[in-house]
C-alpha cells in the first residue's frame, strides 16, 4: 500500500504544504484522527450487519411460522368437516325414522277413529232407542197427591210449617225426576192448618193418560218458585212479564195491636260493624237466596249478629229496632209498609 503511486504523491503534497519542523505534528494528529474514523466506522458496520441479520431471522421465523399454521388449519378443517358429514347422516337417519314412527301412530289413530266412531254408532242407537222407550213411559206413573198428603197426615202425624210447598213438590213428580232443594224455606212464612185433600177415585187408564198429559206438558226443566212467601206455581219465563206477587192496593200505615215507643233508632255516629258487601260474602255458603232475604235480617247481621241469631231475634216479640240506623230504618219500615207485612215483622 505504502508503494503505491497515490501514496506517494499524497507523501509528496504534504511534504510541499507542510514545513519539516510541523511535518511530525501534522502526521501523528492526522493518524490519531484516522484512528477515529476507521473505529466509528468499524462500529456502524457491526451495528448495520447485527440489524440485518435480525431481519433475516424473523423473516425466516415468519416463513416457518407460516407453514406451520397452514398444516394445522389444514388438519383442523378435514376433521371439522368430517364431523359434519357423520352429524349429517346422523340426522338423516333419525329423520327417517321420525317419519316410519310418525306413519306407523297415524295408521294406529286411524284404526282407533274408526273404533269409536263404529261405538259412537252403537252408543247412538241404543240411545235412541231407550229415548223411543223413556218416551212412551215418561209421566205414566205419578204420585197420587191427595191420598199421599192425606196418607202423611193421618191419626197422630202431621205435616206442619208449608205443607203446600210439599204437595206442589208431589204433583210435580214422575218416574225417573230428580227433585234438588237449592235453598232453605222462609223462616217466616206463615201456615194453615193442613186439611183432608179430595181423592180421585177414577181407574187406572184415566190415571194413566192424565199422567200420560202431565208428563208431555211438565217434560222439560220443571222449577218452583219457594222465594215468595204462598208461591207454590213454577216460574214463568221472562218473556211472559208476569209478576209474582201482587202489588197491594194501599200501604200497611200501622201493624195490629201497635203501640208507640219513645226508644229512638241506632245513632248515626254509631257506625254498623260489617258492610252490606261483608255479609253477602258471608252468607255464600248459606242455602238463602241473597234477594229473598229480608232488609231487618240483613241489617241485624250488619250489627255483628250471626244469621240463625237474627232468625231468632225476629221471630220474637224483641226490640230491635235500636239496632238499625235512621236510614236503614225507614227502608226497612217503607217496605214492610208496602208490602203489607207489618205483621210479620213482630218488633214493628
Not at 44 to 57: C, P, S
Not at 185 to 196: C, K, M
Not at 296 to 315: F, K, T
Request: glycine share 4%; net charge neutral; proline share 5%.
Amino acid at each position: 500500500m505504502l508503494n503505491s503511486l497515490m501514496v506517494r504523491r499524497e507523501f509528496a503534497s504534504t511534504l510541499s504544504h507542510y514545513r519539516p519542523d510541523r511535518l511530525a505534528q501534522t502526521v501523528f494528529a492526522t493518524t490519531t484522527f484516522l484512528k477515529r474514523h476507521l473505529d466509528k466506522f468499524r462500529h456502524l458496520h457491526a451495528q448495520v450487519e447485527a440489524k440485518h441479520r435480525t431481519a433475516v431471522q424473523v423473516m425466516l421465523d415468519s416463513q416457518t411460522e407460516t407453514v406451520r399454521v397452514k398444516a394445522d388449519y389444514a388438519t383442523l378443517h378435514e376433521f371439522y368437516w368430517g364431523e359434519a358429514r357423520r352429524l349429517q347422516m346422523l340426522l338423516d337417519a333419525a329423520d327417517h325414522r321420525r317419519h316410519d314412527h310418525l306413519r306407523g301412530v297415524m295408521a294406529e289413530h286411524d284404526l282407533e277413529k274408526r273404533a269409536l266412531q263404529e261405538e259412537i254408532s252403537e252408543l247412538r242407537s241404543r240411545v235412541d232407542s231407550l229415548f223411543l222407550t223413556s218416551r212412551g213411559r215418561r209421566g205414566t206413573r205419578c204420585l197420587e197427591v191427595p191420598r199421599l198428603m192425606n196418607f202423611l197426615n193421618r191419626k197422630q202425624t202431621r205435616i206442619n210449617d208449608n205443607w203446600g210447598r210439599l204437595q206442589s213438590l208431589f204433583e210435580r213428580f214422575r218416574d225417573y225426576a230428580f227433585i234438588a232443594v237449592t235453598a232453605v224455606d222462609d223462616p217466616f212464612a206463615q201456615s194453615v192448618p193442613f186439611t183432608t185433600l179430595p181423592e180421585d177415585d177414577s181407574d187406572g187408564e184415566t190415571k194413566d193418560d192424565r199422567g200420560d198429559q202431565g208428563g208431555h206438558i211438565q217434560g222439560g226443566d220443571n222449577t218452583i218458585n219457594l222465594t215468595q212467601p204462598g208461591s207454590d206455581c213454577p216460574l214463568k219465563k221472562q218473556s211472559q212479564h208476569e209478576s209474582v206477587l201482587k202489588v197491594p192496593e194501599s200501604p200497611q200505615l200501622r201493624p195490629t195491636g201497635w203501640k208507640p215507643t219513645k226508644d229512638g233508632s241506632r245513632s248515626p255516629s254509631d257506625r254498623l260493624m260489617f258492610s252490606e258487601a261483608h255479609v253477602r260474602d258471608t252468607m255464600k255458603n248459606q242455602p238463602v237466596i241473597w234477594d229473598t232475604l229480608r232488609p231487618d235480617v240483613n241489617g241485624l247481621m250488619q250489627a255483628e249478629i250471626s244469621y240463625q241469631g237474627a232468625i231468632a231475634m225476629l221471630s220474637e216479640d224483641i226490640m230491635v229496632h235500636n239496632l238499625f240506623p235512621p236510614a236503614a230504618l225507614a227502608a226497612i219500615l217503607t217496605n214492610r209498609m208496602f208490602w203489607n207485612r207489618l205483621d210479620e215483622s213482630l218488633w214493628s
